[in-house]
């Protein structure tokens, strides 16, 4: 059901680097993490960057939308002046660097598919029809942990997904979960529900084992609710304090 790794570093390095960066990859890596959840979505030009927000203004100095600009702009700007001054310059990165990046450390991806407003279904079919492309053999191959699982809270963008490149699992992600929560993941094929631990009970991580589908967490950060979603049978979660919540955390 759940053939990834149990803990994940949020946004590449949680909170020990800027954000969706290379830096805070490198950093999940010295913390001894092979597994990375990271954001992605587009630039003006149809191009997937890394990031989170769809303004700048926090992470990125400046103003306007990340779709304002072309790639090239983006990756020019600073993504990590805003954490601490040592990562003045780090820039953000383009999704294909990610990908290499990760590829070369053999680190598995979880990539969250992150539209700007109104992008939606083209956000899901750029980002698949490009990791189609990167991750052909792989895909052929079956071997999960070779093969990036997208997860996003648009079921517009992962369908989109689907239908761009269907052999990529998905997992939707849910924040307050609506009822028909199960009907909305088998129409997308869903692996894996990705849920808000805080509006995670006991029952619920239940009802979504009992549906056959994996069961992740975002983002916990505290390792006493850490062991005691483990215990209710959660699968995987993703983690802000990867200085606390090690890689081989087990409950
Ligand atoms: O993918 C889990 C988590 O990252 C979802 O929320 O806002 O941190 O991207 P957010
Ligand atoms: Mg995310």
């Known amino acids: 059901m759940w053939p990834y790794p149990k803990v994940v570093a949020h946004r590449g390095g949680g909170k020990m680097a800027p954000e969706n960066t290379l830096a805070a990859l490198l950093c999940g890596l010295e913390y001894g993490f092979h597994a990375v959840e990271f954001d992605v979505m587009l630039a003006r030009d149809g191009v997937p960057v890394v990031v989170h927000d769809p303004y700048l203004g926090r992470t990125i100095p400046g103003s306007g939308n990340i779709y304002d600009y072309d790639a090239a702009e983006l990756v020019t700007m600073d993504a990590g002046s ?83 490149a269907p052999a990529i699992p998905r997992a939707l992600l849910l924040d307050d979960a609506p009822a028909d929560w199960r009907d909305q993941a088998k129409r997308l094929d869903a692996v894996a529900i990705h849920v808000n631990h805080k509006k995670l009970t006991r029952q619920f991580a239940r009802d979504i084992r009992d549906a056959g589908l994996g069961l992740f967490c975002y983002t916990v950060n505290d390792p006493v609710r850490a062991r005691e979603l483990l215990s209710w049978g959660v699968d995987a979660l993703c983690t802000d304090r990867i200085d606390i919540i090690g890689a081989d955390f087990a409950g």
């Not at 942990?145 to 369908?159: C, D, I, N, R, Y």
């Open 82 to 164: 805003w954490f601490a001054p040592r990562f003045k310059g780090e820039p953000v990165p383009l999704y294909v660097q990610f990908v290499d990046a990760c590829r070369q450390h053999g680190i598995w991806m979880n990539v969250e598919i992150k539209p700007a407003p109104g992008f939606e279904e083209e956000t899901g079919r750029a980002v698949a029809t490009l990791t189609q492309a990167l991750f052909g053999l792989q895909i052929a191959a079956d071997d999960p942990l070779q093969v990036p699982l997208f997860s996003s809270f648009s079921t517009v963008a992962l369908e989109a997904a689907r239908l761009a």
